[in-house]
Antibody, heavy 121, light 110 residues
């Protein structure tokens, strides 16, 4: 059974780049037709899709974040990563990685436990 | 782009049934699948319904999903409510360029 775990700095300064990694266990990131995605949730608020990717490198991003986001994959370590530049306090959120089934934006399951990232000086 | 609108909160008594709606603002509700996620405080979301009405293994059949073309909405129905069902519920769908989540519904079982 697939398990995902986010990791990365919990504090990022304004205008800098937020970087997170998702480690996949229980299966190969390149061994199936599944996509891999990032979703975030500001404290006390709802969910927002950030983007999804296939292990070949095809990426799909939320139009509202597209100019600042990049998702990449490292098949040798079974990990995929999120990079979000020029962050502000509005980017403070719990960031989740998830498996996406049925295309880059259909069904997100399972999810990682989430990583809280605070943007503050 | 479209929006998914859910009631902010619903409450019902144990043993009763509750329905949570998810209205699509534009585009046909059947043009893409709808998923429903349950999120308990401090935990990641988990799927209770996927592809409109399918239940993942391990989700009790008290949870059901449906589509209403007349209102361009999806609905999550939870019957035989238990206190453990108290959580936030999010609907989610997509189009050719974006994934959209509803704003979430807080379910209180009292």
């Amino acid at each position: 059974q697939l398990q995902l775990q986010e990791s990365g700095p919990g504090l990022v300064k304004p205008s800098k780049t937020l970087s997170l990694t998702c480690t996949v266990s229980g299966g190969s990131i390149s061994g199936s037709r599944q996509y891999w995605g990032w979703i975030r949730q500001p404290p006390g608020r709802g969910l927002e899709w950030i983007g999804s990717m296939f292990y070949t490198g095809s990426t799909f991003y939320n139009p509202s974040l597209k100019s600042r986001v990049s998702i990449s994959v490292d098949t040798s370590t079974n990990q995929f990563s999120l990079s979000l530049n020029s962050v502000t306090a509005a980017d403070t959120a719990v960031y989740y990685c998830a498996t996406v089934t049925g295309g880059p934006w259909n069904w997100f399951d399972p999810w990682g436990r989430g990583a809280l990232v605070t943007v503050s000086s | 782009n479209f929006m998914l609108t859910q009631p902010h909160s619903v409450s019902e008594s144990p043993g009763k049934a509750v329905n949570i709606s998810c209205n699509r603002s534009s585009g046909n509700i059947v043009s893409s699948y709808v998923q429903w996620y349950q999120q308990r405080p401090g935990s990641a979301p988990t799927t209770v319904i996927y592809e409109d009405s399918r239940r993942p293994s391990g989700v009790p059949d008290r949870f059901s999903g449906s589509i209403d073309l007349s209102s361009n909405s999806a609905s999550l129905t939870i019957s035989g409510l238990k206190t453990e069902d108290e959580a936030d519920y999010y609907c989610q769908s997509y189009d050719s360029t974006n994934v959209v989540f509803g704003g979430g519904t807080s379910l209180t079982v009292l």
